[in-house]
């Protein structure tokens, strides 16, 4: 069975995108994921990687990369928040550039909030934004504990 368009064209309609809604930083919660933001980058800085046992290659596997990790504090005129960048993503993530995080989610790293974009979602460079960065409204410095709710 051959099928050489999608479910949508063969069933006659159309997939229509939803327009993406911005949130700002102070929103952000705990868990969530599918947030999409405008910030600017304040700092960014290098995280020295964990060396890992080599493991014996064999000839059809490539040999690892060492990946990349910078800590971003990021932000808009509502808060900040660290921004893990991961390899490629490092690249775009440079103090003072202005970026569009979509899809991003919330980590949590020692009872921390982190903002990182996974393999889903997208990181866009923008213009220069005009707003100023609220940096004392800093989501990171919240520590959060997990409290199991059960029968006493």
């Known amino acids: 069975m ?34 999409t933001l405008t910030v600017k980058v304040i700092e960014a800085n290098i995280v020295v990687p964990v060396t890992r ?3 014996p290659t064999s000839s059809l ?31 775009l993530m440079k103090p003072g550039a202005t970026v569009i995080l979509r899809n991003s989610r919330i980590d949590m790293f020692k009872g921390t909030m982190r903002l ?20 004392d409204n800093n989501l990171s410095l919240v520590e959060y504990e997990l409290i199991n709710v059960g029968d006493q």
């Open 2 to 35: 051959a099928s050489t368009g999608t479910a949508a064209a063969a069933t006659g309609t159309s997939t229509v995108k939803r327009k993406p809604v911005f949130v700002k930083v102070e929103q952000l919660k705990p868990g969530t994921t599918g947030h």
């Open 53 to 55: 046992k080599t493991r």
């Open 61 to 91: 596997s490539r040999p690892s990369q060492p990946s990349r990790i910078v800590e971003c504090l990021i932000g808009d005129e509502t808060g900040c928040i660290l921004f893990t960048a991961r390899n490629d993503q490092v690249d």
């Open 116 to 135: 990182g974009v996974d393999k889903w979602g997208r990181i866009e460079a923008t213009e220069p934004a005009s707003f100023a960065v609220k940096e």
